[in-house]
């Protein structure tokens, strides 16, 4: 990811919060895709006090995520990387609600209901994964 679009979606992020000031323990963050920056971002979510969280991605942690994907560590190789940030994300801040599915977005009825509830959703999924946009931009519009 190039750091203009980075900072583009830093800066929505912070637009987002900025029209809720003191309402982020009453938001819901959606973020479709957990590996790299998504798992990054959900970690960061969590620290700062978001109140519940909702996470989907079908892929497990391989040996090659240990350098880039938090949790990633060499004793959840061949885990499910939703299940497997749910446990460390609850570690952060047990009072956080983590809604997680092990099978990602796999079409319009599943993106519908993934971003029913959601404040703000995110999609962070692998490029290549759909032949064709993604099911959540389809349903929104416009995501982050």
């Not at 998504?38 to 892929?59: F, M, N, Q, W, Y």
């Not at 497990?60 to 240990?66: D, T």
Request: aromatic share 8%.
């Amino acid at each position: 990811m190039s750091d203009g679009i980075w900072r583009n979606h830093l800066t929505e992020y912070w637009n987002f919060f900025r029209r809720r000031p003191g309402n982020t323990k009453k938001s819901t963050v959606a973020i479709a895709g957990v590996g790299g920056i998504g798992g990054l971002l959900a970690e960061r979510l969590v620290r700062i006090g978001i109140g519940a969280i909702k996470i989907t991605d079908p892929g497990k942690f391989e040996l090659s995520n240990i350098n880039r994907q938090f949790p990633s560590n060499t004793t959840n190789v061949g885990a499910h990387k939703v299940e497997v940030l749910a446990n460390e994300l609850k570690k952060i801040n047990p009072d956080v609600s983590i809604c997680f599915d092990c099978d990602g977005i796999t079409g319009e009825a599943k993106a519908k209901d993934f971003i029913k509830g959601a404040d703000l959703v995110v999609d962070e999924m692998d490029f290549g994964l759909y032949d064709k946009p993604s099911p959540c931009k389809e349903k929104l519009g416009k995501t982050i």
